[in-house]
């Protein structure tokens, strides 16, 4: 059974920084590339950053780029998001998630096929 | 980026037919997922690859895509359907899926 346990949330002041946590468990997490999507207070989904399996290319949301740093460790079965300068507008609960894909003639089909339980980061002002 | 849209609310009679849509011009090309969201939870993929459903979701889930309109129908809607329902395909680039249509609130009558 595919496992995202996340963690690292928490209440950080403006301009604070935070590393959330996503550990893999029941996939061979090296073979997937990984996303953090976010959604703020009663609002929806937000793409916010994804990373290929090497850790090679990373790409952001132009909303957190120069602030945020995906990363991930294949020994570890680990993602990370490192959040730094963080502003009132990133309150959000943060999920990772795994991307999938299926291929039945061309284009592959991506999605996001499984999720942690999401981490609240709340940024005070 | 690319742009999906979502009605924001959508009421069905428990029981009866319910279809969720999606608009993008991305769809003309690349296909759409769904998941739904329950307050307070994780979002769960229920319909991925046009018409096709992870294990343990119910088959009164469906997909299906025409032109730049993708679509979820639920046929025989339960009350614990009763749940926001966003689609997600890829961007501009064609490359990522990472974008998301604004949601669809789903009552359940």
């Known amino acids: 059974e595919v496992q995202l346990l996340q963690s690292g949330g928490g209440l950080v002041p403006r301009g604070g920084s935070l590393r959330l946590s996503c550990a893999a468990s029941g996939f061979t997490f090296s073979t997937y590339a990984m996303s953090w999507v976010r959604q703020a207070p009663g609002k929806g989904l937000e793409w916010v950053s994804d990373?290929?399996?090497?850790?090679?290319?990373?790409q952001y949301a132009d909303s957190v780029k120069g602030r945020f740093t995906i990363s991930r460790d294949n020994s570890e079965n680990t993602l990370y998001l490192q959040m730094n300068s963080l502003r009132a507008d990133d309150t959000a609960v943060y999920y990772c998630?795994?991307?999938?894909?299926?291929?039945?003639?061309?284009?592959?089909?991506?999605?996001?096929?499984?999720w942690g339980q999401g981490t609240l980061v709340t940024v005070s002002s | 980026s690319s742009e999906l849209t979502q009605d924001p609310a959508v009421s069905v009679d428990l029981g009866q037919t319910v279809r969720i849509t999606c608009q993008g011009d991305i769809l003309r090309t690349y296909s759409a997922s769904w998941y739904q969201q329950k307050p307070g939870q994780a979002p769960v993929l229920v319909i991925y690859a046009k018409n096709n459903r992870p294990s343990g979701i119910p088959d009164r889930f469906s997909g299906s895509s025409s032109g730049n309109t993708a679509s979820l129908t639920i046929t025989g809607a339960q009350a614990e359907d009763e749940a926001d329902y966003y689609c997600n395909s890829r961007d501009s680039s064609g490359y990522h899926p990472r974008v998301f249509g604004g949601g669809t609130k789903l009552t359940v009558l």
């Open positions: 990373i290929i399996t090497s850790g090679d290319t990373t």
């Open positions: 998630a795994k991307r999938g894909y299926y291929y039945d003639g061309s284009p592959y089909h991506y999605y996001f096929d499984s």
